[in-house]
């Protein structure tokens, strides 16, 4: 499985953007798609998560202003931010489930001004 992450940038304080990670190779195996993300200084945490059944699963950090949906005709996870925080600036990264197998896709970053 190959993943390629875009749609990062910089966006002021309560604006929004959106992220994308498009998935290649065997992604009828693919048991989930995640984002994460990874500030200077801190550990890689989870933010969001899609299952190929459809369900999905949130950090509550950015519940209620993130939005994770997958277009299944692409294969493309989307991750639509809103009301961003100084705190949500990171680079972020799509990892896919495969089994017992992890894939992850380049970074890619975000930046919150004011």
């Known amino acids: 499985v190959q993943l390629q992450a875009s749609g990062g940038g910089m966006v002021q304080a309560g604006g929004s953007l959106r992220l994308s990670c498009a998935a290649s190779?065997?992604?009828?195996?693919?048991?989930?798609i995640a984002w994460y993300r990874q500030a200077p200084g801190k550990q890689r945490e989870f933010v969001a998560l899609?299952?190929?059944?459809?369900?999905?699963n949130y950090a509550n950090s950015v519940k209620d202003r993130f939005i994770i949906s997958r277009d299944d005709a692409n294969y493309i996870v989307s991750l639509q931010m809103n009301r961003l925080k100084f705190e949500d600036a990171a680079v972020y990264f799509c990892n896919a489930k495969v089994h017992a197998d992890h894939y992850w896709g380049q970074g890619t970053e975000v930046t919150v001004s004011s």
């Open positions: 190779g065997s992604i009828s195996q693919i048991d989930g």
């Open positions: 899609i299952l190929s059944g459809g369900g999905t």
